[in-house]
């Protein structure tokens, strides 16, 4: 009876997201009670000063903490905004992560995460984007973009983007997005990935191919609802962000779960251990 037991366990145990994943280069909590977020992430530290409006708010993945509400008015726009975060620069390979929470959204490139030169278009830009796949633009009704690029140039050697072949829904409620990108690979480098609150991981529509280079902004600065690129427009959500991060490498959907489990209110590995001591309780009953 033991041996079955200790089996019972083992095998739910096994489904608990452990998985290490290596320190991101940069994330943002916004867990702070006040002044700029500070960034967790590898050394150099590079924290953002919340502008334009840009706040706190209670309304979290997880229920505790706070998140970035981006919700602005007519005359400001809000963003978090850092300096040349150098540590971004270089990159052969990276992911992006948030999690998302809209409240409207008719039109325009939302950056959810960017450090964008003018001019050649080097380094990253997340969007969301008013084109969806199928259907009217909305909240609940929108896709995602990457840009990419080395600063050289904006020609196809040297720029590239590509969007999700599958829309989002995140009207009133967190979703959790990520995008891997792996400049070393010359097929399908490019995934988009989304989840929930009660939703693993999964990817988002099919494999992209974009061109192979090294994602590079030179000394444009890093920003949440903002790109150097067009420093002056208006580029956030009108919604909440949280939890943002910035990974130097295209972490797996194994790895992304477990990004993801780290900011929900009741963690799967909780859960599947309570099934596990449940299931072999029973057994014991049985006996």
Known sequence: MIGKQLAIFTAVAALVPTLA???????????EASGDAVDYGTAPQSDAQL????????????GSGFSLDLRDDDT???????????????????????WLNVEEYTSGNNRLLAKQAAGAFGGFSWNMNATPNDGDVGPDNFRVGL??????SSGAADFAAGFSTDDVDAHDKWVF?????????????????????????????GDLTLA??????????????YTDAAPAAD???IGFQDDVRVYGAALSLAELETVRVENIPEPASAALILLAFALVAGESRRR
Do not use: C, M, W
Request: proline share 3%; net charge negative.
């Open 21 to 31: 994943v290596s320190a991101p280069l940069l994330h943002y909590t916004f867990d």
């Open 51 to 62: 502008l334009g409006g840009a706040s706190r708010s209670t309304s979290t993945p997880s």
């Open 76 to 98: 400001t726009y809000a963003h978090a905004l850092e300096g040349d975060a150098a540590d971004l620069d270089g990159l052969s390979a990276l992911t992006l992560s948030t």
């Open 147 to 152: 840009f990419v690029g080395n600063n050289v």
């Open 177 to 205: 997005l990520a995008v891997t990108y792996d400049g070393t690979q010359a097929v399908n480098n490019t995934k988009f990935y989304i989840g929930g609150v009660n939703t693993p991981v999964t990817q988002l529509g």
């Open 212 to 225: 192979q280079l090294t994602v590079d902004g030179g000394t444009s600065l890093f920003g949440v609802g």
């Open 235 to 237: 580029t956030s959500v």
